[in-house]
């Protein structure tokens, strides 16, 4: 609200010479309801606004078994298996790891979303099954990553996978002569 402010008086104004000029009246806001009002806009706009879903990745994981005959099988035709090294190296074999690691492969995250589409197309969408290993030098950007290259290429069946030392021993060779397998 706003006031004015009478600087007292006697009530009549006199004219002449000896006579004082009447106070100026100064006007004065009350800024209270303006605070109350911008409290009430502040509220109304934090409720009323959408907040942001936390962008999560979904990932349907098997569930534990004690018994063997239950565990999931593949086709070894239809697995493709992807190792994730240090530096951003991908390592990748089809089947089983031979003895001689002569189907041992190495690429790049660009060159692995070729060698799955490739895998897709020559393998019947029931059998295709891509399990992945990240080493203990990958990054967990990488395994995000491969994660991700798993939804573009709309592959259903695949499994994150602790790598076995027999598979960590090419991929330490590897890494160690320059990373060419």
């Known amino acids: 609200m706003a006031s004015l402010d009478s600087g007292g008086g006697d009530g ?3 004219k002449g010479p000896g006579v004082k000029k009447a106070k100026r009246l100064s006007t004065r806001v009350d800024m209270t309801p303006m605070v109350d009002l911008g409290f009430l806009l502040i509220t109304f706009f934090i409720f009323t606004a959408t907040m942001n879903d936390p962008a999560a ?9 004690d018994n063997q005959e239950e565990l999931n099988k593949a086709k070894e035709s239809g697995a493709l298996t992807i190792m994730l090294g240090k530096n951003n190296q991908v390592y990748y074999y089809e089947g089983q790891l031979l003895p001689d690691g002569s189907n041992f492969m190495s690429t790049n995250f660009k060159g692995i979303r070729d ?12 059998d295709l099954v891509i399990v992945i290993k ?29 790598i076995t030392p027999q ?4 991929l330490k060779a590897t890494e160690g002569s320059g990373g060419t397998p």
């Open 12 to 14: 009549g104004h006199k």
């Open 57 to 65: 990745m979904q990932l349907y994981m098997p569930k534990d078994t």
């Open 115 to 126: 060698v799955i589409i490739n895998k897709k197309r020559t393998t019947p969408p029931d």
């Open 134 to 162: 990240p080493n203990e030098e990958a990054t967990y950007k990488n395994t995000v990553d491969i994660l991700d290259e798993m939804t573009i290429n709309d592959i259903k069946r695949f499994a994150l996978v602790d």
């Open 167 to 170: 598979e960590n021993e090419p």
